[in-house]
Nanobody
């Protein structure tokens, strides 16, 4: 299973970005996909998890600011990030869990700065 991310970059505080992640390879119908982020010097933390049947679970810190959508039977997900704050600066990683296996993307840098 491979995860390919896109969409990171530099954005001013209050701005918006969209991250995308597409999964390919030996994909199972039952899975979760999601996004985590890791700021410099901090542990990786959950941003959102998307169940294969569509249920989403957002971290409290991003509720009301981030939304997520899926396509291709949930094997591609888009993270829409609005009202971005400098503390959201981090490397964002796509994640997929299926069966007993966990997969990670290579990460995409999001920098929120004026």
């Amino acid at each position: 299973v491979q995860l390919v991310e896109s969409g990171g970059g530099l954005v001013q505080p209050g701005g918006s970005l969209r991250l995308s992640c597409s999964a390919s390879g030996n994909l199972l119908l039952a899975h979760t996909m999601g996004w985590y982020r890791q700021a410099t010097g901090k542990q990786r933390e959950l941003v959102v998890i998307v169940e294969s049947w569509g249920q989403t679970n957002f971290a409290d810190s991003v509720k009301g600011r981030f939304t997520v959508s899926g396509e291709n039977a949930g094997n591609t997900i888009h993270l829409y990030m609005d009202s971005l704050k400098p503390e959201y600066t981090a490397v964002y990683y796509c994640n997929r869990v299926q069966g007993s296996q966990t997969y990670w993307g290579q990460g995409t840098q999001v920098t929120v700065s004026s």
